[in-house]
Nanobody, 124 residues
Framework: QVQLVESGGGLVQAGGSLRLSCASS????????MGWFRQAPGKEREFVAA???????HYADSVKGRFTISRDNAKNTVYLQVNSLKPEDTAVYYC??????????????????WGQGTQVTVSS
């Protein structure tokens, strides 16, 4: 089991950027695939991006070209750089850890540990 803590959310104007971070307490962080999901009010949680232990990435179509997932295994941290933000990106963003990486890991059931979330609000 790994503990995950997100940070970096906030209020930003449309077109702006944020860098979300997810710090892990686990010693085996480098062996996990990591993912970012988000949940907007009244909507189901949806996949945003995933990264394998070796750095392979996969993105939801809605964020391709605007969001970038990366990881620093030395710091036990995964990042989500979010650029060109739109009001529809407003949501609570969660990071999650998975033991396996299928090449996409878009299903929340691929993941076994979750953070508490960080709020991103984009004003128009």
């Amino acid at each position: 089991q790994v503990q995950l803590v997100e940070s970096g959310g906030g209020l930003v104007q449309a077109g702006g950027s944020l860098r979300l971070s997810c710090a892990s307490s686990g010693r085996t962080f480098s062996s996990y695939a990591m993912g970012w999901f988000r949940q907007a009010p009244g909507k189901e949680r949806e996949f945003v991006a995933a990264i394998s232990w070796s750095g392979s990435t996969h993105y939801a179509d809605s964020v391709k070209g605007r969001f970038t997932i990366s990881r620093d295994n030395a710091k036990n941290t995964v990042y989500l750089q979010v650029n060109s933000l739109k009001p529809e990106d407003t949501a609570v963003y969660y990071c999650a850890a998975a033991t396996y990486y299928s090449g996409s890991n878009t299903d929340e059931y691929d993941y076994h540990d979750w953070g508490q979330g960080t709020q991103v609000t984009v004003s128009s």
